[in-house]
């Protein structure tokens, strides 16, 4: 795909949510990126190197929420000397494009739009619903059913079953040994519901694959389609009785 193709709001569902003339403007700040490394993880990491994935990000949104929060440094927090302890980077997990927006643009559009900043408010509060879930999954949920959970997250922001993606690199996600992945994954695909091979996860079965994860796969996903029918609703006209009287309520 070329960058001709930046009209085609379609590719992302927050931009195809937008009414028309906040388009016009948002598609004029627009820049096309390639994603060398799709699908894209939100990691913290520590002051020791240690990494974690926070969220993951696809089409179905944006990185830098708090670009309209009125926040500059919402990505670094501090200790009282002030060093640096940790920092949210976002991390590219498979090759694709995406497009760039420079903060103070998207702050304006939606200091001025109120449909935008309707919606980067219903995205930011899904964001962090995904957040906390991911949270309380890591910390009373066994390392299969995490494991799982991440498989099917990832899962729904790629077009196909299969992930490029190393154990190791799992594990940093999840913040865990790689033995435990190790061991989970074989477990899976004993299970039969996985292929594993060298750098490459296969999904043969995902409704098995759904059975090995806890709810918060679930609470996450319908989260995300409650954002998408509330998007579809904001951007369809209101359907009018012959009497003249608007049905869309």
Known sequence: MSPSNISHREQNQLLAAMPFDDWRYIESQLEWVEMLAGDTSLVTTMRD???????????????????????????????????????NTALVLRS????RMSAQSIALQAKRSAPVMHHL???????????????????????????????????????????QIT??????????????VTNGALRLQK????????????????????????ECHGVIRAAYAR?????????????VSPFGQDMST
Request: charged share 20%; hydrophobic share 35%; aromatic share 4%.
């Open 167 to 180: 154990q190791e690199r799992i594990s940093s996600m999840l913040g865990v040994r790689r033995e435990g």
């Open 49 to 87: 190197g240690a990494t974690v994935e926070v969220v993951a990000v696809g089409n179905e949104g944006m990185l830098g929420v708090d670009a309209f929060m009125g926040s500059s440094n919402a990505n670094v927090s501090t200790s009282a000397s002030g060093t640096v302890m940790s920092q």
């Open 227 to 239: 954002l998408t029918n509330d998007a579809v609703l904001q951007v369809q006209p209101p359907r």
């Open 96 to 99: 694709g494009h995406g497009y």
């Open 191 to 214: 299970a039969g519901v996985v292929r594993y091979g060298r750098g490459q996860i296969s999904v043969i079965d995902r409704e098995g694959l759904e059975a090995h994860s806890c």
């Open 121 to 163: 408010l219903n995205y930011a509060r899904t964001l962090f619903l995904h957040m906390s879930q991911t949270s309380a999954c890591n910390r009373h949920h066994s390392l299969d059913q995490q494991l799982a959970r991440w498989l099917l997250v990832h899962l729904d922001r790629q077009a196909d079953g299969e992930l």
